[in-house]
């Protein structure tokens, strides 16, 4: 039953992935390409949207998707219970965990096993969080080219704009005025922006 893949598809992400919202990215976006839930372009778009709206972004995509999946078979009240599915799945095992070792960790946060485990953990969370940013990357600048099936790949539908937009915000997000860097919202605000008048005014 969809609401049951729901909840475990996104407990297992929730349980098995190391460093938040971001790392959790390609595990989802492998789960909703598998299960066939949504396009990969939607997915992109749902992924923007999280991001931009106010939350934790792994309880906000979560929320897309199942809201998303249980309207398409059983209409809004299947989102929301879809939402209830895929949020509590996800939110779990942290809920859990969390609780567990919030009891214990004072007393072993100066443990080498610990230390050693927390800066391994590093940088697996960020090798997975830069494979979130390549594959949404590749889905807005090739849409045709998937990883996961090179053979199929191609490379129609290069977009030269999508490409630039991404060079030029990793710029922005790097610039400092007065030993600041740009405020996120700010670049938010900036691309949609953008991306109404490119896209959807000029429709380049």
């Known amino acids: 039953m969809i609401f049951l893949s729901l909840f475990w598809e996104f407990l297992k992400i929730g349980l098995f992935t190391i460093g938040g919202g971001y790392a959790m990215l390609p595990f989802i976006m492998q789960v909703v390409s598998q299960q066939g839930w949504m396009e990969s372009q939607m997915f992109v778009n749902f992924v923007a949207i999280a991001e931009s709206t106010p939350g934790p972004f792994a309880i906000n995509i979560a929320t897309f998707v199942g809201m998303q999946t249980g309207m398409e078979l059983f209409g809004f009240w299947g989102g929301v219970l879809g939402v209830i599915c895929a949020v509590s799945g996800v939110v779990l095992p942290s809920l859990v965990i969390i609780m567990a070792i919030s009891s214990v960790f004072v007393r072993f946060e100066n443990s080498k096993l610990v230390k050693g485990f927390l800066y391994g953990a590093k940088p697996a969370a960020m090798g997975l969080i830069?494979?979130?940013?390549?594959?949404?990357?590749?889905?807005?600048?090739?849409?045709?080219?998937?990883?996961?099936?090179?053979?199929?790949?191609?490379?129609?539908?290069?977009?030269?704009?999508?490409?630039?937009?991404v060079a030029i915000f990793v710029l922005l997000s790097q610039i400092k005025i007065n030993k600041k860097k740009l405020h996120p919202l700010i670049l938010i605000c900036i691309s949609a922006v953008l991306g109404a008048l490119i896209f959807g005014v000029f429709q380049l």
């Open 130 to 165: 830069f494979s979130a940013f390549i594959s949404v990357c590749l889905t807005v600048v090739l849409p045709n080219v998937h990883l996961d099936n090179l053979s199929n790949s191609s490379f129609d539908g290069f977009s030269l704009v999508s490409l630039v937009l």
